[in-house]
């Protein structure tokens, strides 16, 4: 049984990050979506709703779980008996951060190894932080993020308005 974690903040979830969940579940056993709840990392959605966004994102889907963690990834997966951990990598901008993360797992369980999928094309301009700003200034987002997020975004900014 081979398990792999995918961890992020997924603040919120966006069409990227779906595309690398579904590679990732067909090269691996199960594939646990966990979405970092961090108390010191403001987040426009709060954890419960980021899994709940990500699970109405999957339905469907028997070998994905989503489930929120808090503290150490490594310990985490460890718990989870996970062997792996998926990350995306869109550009070269994004390898400093994630090399560095790598690394650093690696030197605190050396038995969990990180493996780097990329998403489509289309998607790697794409990122939770951007497609907030577009939906905050009243842009349309609904070619980025799964319907149900983008119908959240617009509920959470028309109640920042009103
Ligand atoms: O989507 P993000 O914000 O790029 O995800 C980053 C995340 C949550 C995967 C990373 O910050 C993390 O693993 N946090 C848990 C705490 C931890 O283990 N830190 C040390 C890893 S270098």
Sequence with gaps: ?????????????????????????????????AVAFNMQKQTLFPADER???????????????????????????????ASVVVRGLRAIS??????????????LEPAI???????????TYLSSRIVKEVARLGGNIEAFVPVSVASALRARFARAES
């Design 1 to 33: 049984m081979r398990r792999a974690i995918y961890p992020g903040s997924f603040d919120p979830i966006t069409k990227g990050h779906l595309d690398v969940i579904k590679r990732a579940a067909t090269l691996f056993d199960e594939l646990v979506v």
């Design 51 to 81: 899994v709940a966004l990500i699970e109405e994102a999957v339905a469907g889907e028997s070998n994905i779980r989503v489930t929120r963690f808090e503290g150490l990834l490594v310990n985490f997966a460890r718990d989870q008996e």
């Design 94 to 107: 994004d390898f400093e951060f994630e090399f560095q993360m790598a690394l650093m797992n690696r030197k």
């Design 113 to 123: 190894e990180t493996v780097f999928l990329t998403p489509r094309e289309e998607y």
